[in-house]
């Protein structure tokens, strides 16, 4: 069965950092594009960030661009998601997942999703 198991989330103050983590099973790990998806309250889940399968290319979505950065530890099945300048607009539930078709802040795939880390930005 896949799984993915994230965590890191937590509450911080506008202009703050969270590391999140991916931990994933039941895949052939390296042949796949990953990603970081979140859901904020009342909207769509939107791919934020994705990673190739050998950690050469990275793409974002504009509103984060410059402020995360996403890696991969194929070694370990894990993929990270480094949030730096925090927003309270990122408020979100954070998920991790394939990202196979490359869309930058499209819903990702219909299955395999996990339960999610909260990052809760506020003052």
């Known amino acids: 069965q896949v799984q993915f198991v994230e965590s890191g989330g937590g509450s911080v103050q506008p202009g703050g950092s969270l590391r999140l983590s991916c931990a994933a099973s039941?895949?052939?790990?390296?042949?796949?594009?990953m990603g970081w998806y979140r859901q904020a309250p009342g909207k769509q889940r939107e791919l934020v960030a994705l990673i190739i399968g050998g950690g050469g290319n990275r793409m974002y979505l504009p509103s984060v661009r410059g402020r995360f950065t996403i890696s991969r530890d194929n070694a370990k099945n894990m993929v990270s998601l480094q949030m730096d300048n925090l927003k309270p607009e990122d408020t979100a539930v954070y998920y991790c997942n394939a990202a196979g078709g490359w869309v930058l802040g499209g819903t990702g795939p219909s299955v395999n999703w996990g339960q999610g880390t909260q990052v809760t930005v506020s003052s």
């Open positions: 039941g895949i052939s790990f390296s042949a796949y594009t």
